[in-house]
Structure formats: structure tokens, C-alpha cells
């Protein structure tokens, strides 16, 4: 029997930002990318690619205050759509880590699909532009994912000086810490969990 397809489209509307994301997890990377903030375009395509999600987010929104909502409301619809695609979690291996090096970075990221949020970000100091892109908002990008996704996050930056890399290394470990965690393993009977629910 085919196991169905573990997808989920959400849309969020506010005053600030119009956005769409349409995730499918066993998919083969595909990705598309639009929220009018180039760097982060180039983040959430790593995030697509390197998890082996397919990934569209379109996103308007008022960048002509500044990429704030837009960046935040995003993330916020992505942890949603991974939420409701996982479903009732049964079959997943619940856990993933990743170490991810990029040049002169490396990064460690581990999550748990637990239904519980909690992140713990570790980064060193970094310049607070990347063009035009603010970088403050990084840690605020996974604090939106991991609230409405539901999981525990840590990611740890454990080398690194170049913001471009320090970035880019964390969406990339992040994504194959989520490629192991959504996987079905044939071992795993029902929910991961004691508990009987994640």
C-alpha cells in the first residue's frame, strides 16, 4: 500500500505580509523561492535543497519598512506547514543530526520532532549586514520556525567568521538534521514516542 503524500500548503495573511508555503517532505529538493529579500530567498532555498523537501514560499511583503515581518512571517508559515505535514508522526525517526562545514564554519545542528518548542542558537559575533540583509534576525528565524513547527532545535556554530558562511552553514545543517528527523523508518511502529504522542 502507498503511504500518502506528506504535504501541507498554508497561507498567512496579515497587514504586514501576504505569504505561501507549499512543503512536501519526500520530495527531490525542488525549490522555489520569492519573499522580495534575496539573502533569505538564498536561505530558505538551502533549507528546500539540503532536506530533500520540495519548497515553494511566496512571500509580499512591506520590505519598505524593512525585511522584519517579511523574514519573520515566512519562517513562521514554514514551521507551520512542516507541523501539519509531519500529521501524526507515526513511522518518523523523531531524532536527526547534522555537522555541516562550509570553507572556514562548521556547524552542528540537532532536532527532535518532540511537539515541544525549544531552541537552543549558538553564534559568534558576526557583522550586522550581509548586503542589505540585517543579521540580527537570524536567531529570530529559527526562534519563528521552531515555535510554530513544534520541535526542539540546538544549533551550534563551531567555527567561523564570515557571515555569509555562518549563515548559510546553519540552514544547510539544520536542513540534513531535518532530512534524517522526517524520515519513515520501517523499524519505528507508530508514534516515537513512550508517550504514545508527539
Do not use: C
Not at 525585511?67 to 500529521?87: I, K, N, P, W
Not at 520532532?113 to 529559527?142: A, C
Amino acid at each position: 500500500m502507498e503511504k500518502p503524500m506528506r504535504n501541507a500548503r498554508v497561507e498567512r495573511t496579515t497587514k504586514e505580509s501576504s505569504v505561501l508555503v507549499d512543503l512536501t517532505l519526500d520530495g527531490t529538493g525542488e525549490i522555489s523561492v520569492d519573499t522580495g529579500v534575496p539573502f533569505f530567498d538564498h536561505m530558505m532555498s538551502q533549507l528546500g535543497k539540503h532536506s530533500g523537501f520540495d519548497l515553494t514560499v511566496k512571500t509580499t511583503g512591506d520590505v519598505d519598512v524593512d525585511s522584519h515581518h517579511t523574514v519573520e512571517d515566512t519562517s513562521l508559515a514554514f514551521g507551520q506547514a512542516l507541523r501539519e505535514a509531519l500529521g501524526d508522526k507515526a513511522g518518523i525517526r523523531r531524532f536527526g543530526d547534522s555537522m555541516v562545514p562550509l570553507d572556514e564554519v562548521l556547524v552542528q545542528a540537532a532536532v527532535d520532532l518532540s511537539g515541544r518548542p525549544y531552541l537552543v542558537h549558538r553564534q559568534p559575533e558576526i557583522v550586522e549586514l550581509i548586503g542589505t540583509f540585517d543579521t540580527t534576525l537570524g536567531k529570530h528565524i529559527w526562534e519563528s520556525i521552531v515555535a510554530e513547527a513544534r520541535i526542539a532545535l540546538h544549533i551550534r556554530v563551531l567555527e567561523g567568521r564570515n557571515a555569509h558562511h555562518v549563515f548559510e552553514a546553519q540552514f544547510k545543517a539544520v536542513a540534513r538534521a531535518l532530512r534524517d528527523a522526517v524520515s519513515l523508518d520501517g523499524r519505528v511502529a507508530g508514534i516515537p514516542s513512550t508517550k504514545g504522542s508527539l
